[in-house]
């Protein structure tokens, strides 16, 4: 690196040498009778320090400074001076662009030049005199080193896309905007290479930020291109506003070689420091998902928040959707960490569910479960007969829940029917029990693998088998039953409108009947006769039959014993007597 350096530093000489030989000509030229045009007054800096450059009033001559960095910094060079910006003596340019003359107009930072380390500028301040101005006019130039680390222009820059000159990823140094003002358009190549897949987020900005402004109105350009010249970021996102910094945002690229060109107009040059960075790396894939909660509890719904987080932890490969299997909704997402708190509020089922999936870019994912447990039911309704029970379980509360109706035998209960949670507000039918035997029921409700609490128990004693057996029936009263006409309203059904139907009045006979046993059944409790329950074990009972029939008819008549009005029913007989 040593040797690298001197070597550049005898080329720095090297040129000087030629440079004092062009001028020493000259003096000879001049002193064998040719006139001179041109003088050149030569600034060398190998610190930070000041140096006066005296300029004389000569007719015809044009007097220049030149000034070299010679050191292995970059350097800010300020030209001070006493020429009135506005005047008809005296012109100034500095850097190329005029300062002071009868038109010139006066902007912050026009006398100031940077140097990159071991750079030479030819003329750096020109001055032109009238016959009128002043016979001296002195130019103070000062040199301060700038704090950013900047290296030799030939290495820092490419002008042309052949010659780009190569960045990593990760990043590149600051560059320089010296000051000069010339002509066309000032470009700048990069290049970087992608050996598989790369994620970059280019960014480019001014430290000189009170400059930003001359920027964006000379038309600054960041371009970035593929192998094919293909623009990855659009023309009109590539323009630098001149305000903020470019910052288009992140893409992953492919294999390959891509270009970056930075283009500004050289009309109206300002001095700047510039960094542009790709702020890139090769591409991080996602190996997993982790989460928080691998399960979630309906109790716990709305007091926790789950977390998912991609591994590693700076995946390129980021969580880009949260769907939610029970309400169905989805939520874009651009992250690495996502954390999700809205709670389903309808659909939610019994029992372990999914719920929450996340899923990167590139599919991997992870699902949350929902753990609802079975709720317990109430107490089932059960109506004991002599040889089965019918148990009822009762409605759900939640969908897919379905039941199962349990008997305790043995020491240990045991399901004998599992019910479907569409049926459990109907009643079901439990066989093969015994007579006059006491049973316990319960129910319990299942869904998705998961058991819910057991309900209360309901005791009940099955009925005797003993039929009664009639001795006779006779009709002890009877009723007549007027019913007046009436009109049911018309209605619509079915795309079809059906008119009011009137219908006649008629009678009825109502009949109070005494039925009488051969002998008393036992162990029972009482009667049933039609649908009235009397209670007690008799051998005679005497009830209103509940429906009718005309005279000359026949009526039948049901019966059968039980132990209670509602359990404990014996088996049902029929028997048919003539109205009178």
């Known amino acids: 690196m040593k040797n690298w350096k001197s070597g550049r530093i005898c080329n720095y000489l090297m040129k000087r040498l030629l440079l004092c030989a062009l001028v020493v000509g000259g003096w000879f030229t001049a002193g064998i009778g040719a006139k001179a045009e041109s003088l050149t007054h030569s600034v060398e800096f190998k610190s930070e320090e000041s140096q006066i450059v005296q300029f004389e009033r000569a007719d015809g001559l044009e007097q220049h400074i030149e000034v070299t960095n010679n050191t292995q910094r970059p350097m800010k060079v300020t030209f001070s001076h006493n020429v009135p910006i ?31 380390p071991c750079q030479w500028v030819e003329k750096a301040c020109e001055v032109e005199f009238t016959t009128s101005a002043p016979a001296y006019t002195d130019i103070t130039i000062s040199a301060e080193y700038i704090d950013q680390k900047i290296g030799f222009k030939e290495d820092e820059i490419g002008l042309t896309k052949d010659t780009a000159y190569e960045i990593p990823l990760s990043g590149h140094p600051y560059s320089l905007y010296e000051g000069l003002t010339g002509t066309g358009t000032d470009k700048r190549w990069y290049k970087f290479n992608v050996a598989d897949r790369a994620v970059i987020d280019p960014s480019f900005h001014l430290v000189n930020t009170e400059r930003a402004t001359y920027f964006g109105q000379n038309r600054t ?48 040059y300002y001095p700047a420091i510039f960094d542009f960075n790709l702020n890139g790396h090769d591409y991080i894939s996602a190996e997993k998902i982790k989460c928080s909660h691998k399960e979630v509890k309906k109790s716990q719904l709305g007091n926790i928040k789950v977390v998912a987080e991609t591994v590693p932890a700076n995946s390129d490969d980021k969580i880009v959707e949260v769907y939610d299997h029970i309400s169905g909704k989805s939520w874009k997402h651009n992250s690495n960490k996502v954390t999700h708190s809205e709670v389903p509020v309808y659909n939610i089922k019994a029992g372990r569910q999914s719920w929450l999936t996340f899923k990167t870019k590139n599919g991997k994912t992870y699902t949350t479960n929902l753990y609802v447990p079975a709720e317990k039911f109430k107490k089932p309704k059960v109506i004991a007969y002599h040889n089965y029970a019918k148990v009822t379980v009762g409605s759900a509360k939640m969908m897919g829940t379905n039941a199962r109706i349990q008997i305790y035998k043995g020491g240990k209960w045991t399901t004998v029917k599992t019910v479907n949670y569409m049926y459990c507000p109907d009643a079901m039918k439990i066989k093969n029990l015994k007579p006059l035997t006491t049973y316990k029921f319960r129910t319990q409700a299942y869904a998705n693998g998961t058991t819910g609490t057991p309900s209360d128990v309901v005791t009940v004693k099955t009925g005797s088998a003993v039929k009664p057996v009639v001795k006779s029936i006779k009709i002890v009263q009877k009723k007549k039953i007027k019913v007046n006409g009436w009109t049911s309203p018309g209605h619509w059904s079915g795309g079809y409108w059906y008119p009011p139907i009137y219908h ?77």
């Open 504 to 580: 006649k009045p008629y009678t009825w006979t109502k009949y109070k009947v005494k039925v009488t046993l051969k002998k008393k059944v036992p162990k029972i409790g009482g009667m049933r006769i039609g649908d009235t329950w009397t209670k007690g074990n008799k051998t005679s009972y005497t009830v209103w039959l509940p429906k009718g029939a005309q005279t000359g008819k026949k009526l039948n008549i049901y019966m059968n014993t039980g132990l209670s009005k509602s359990n404990g029913q014996g088996p049902q007989i029929k028997k048919v007597i003539k109205a009178k």
């Open 221 to 268: 350009f960041i371009r970035v291109y593929d192998s094919n010249n293909n623009q990855i970021y659009s023309e009109g996102s590539s323009q630098y506003n001149g305000k903020e910094a470019w910052e288009p945002g992140a893409k992953v690229l492919t294999r390959g070689t891509y270009y970056v060109c930075i283009s500004t107009s050289n009309a109206a």
């Open 86 to 116: 506005r005047n008809y003596n005296t012109k100034l340019w500095i850097g190329g662009h005029e300062v002071a003359s009868r038109m010139a107009t006066a902007v912050k930072d026009a006398n100031v030049l940077y140097l990159y």
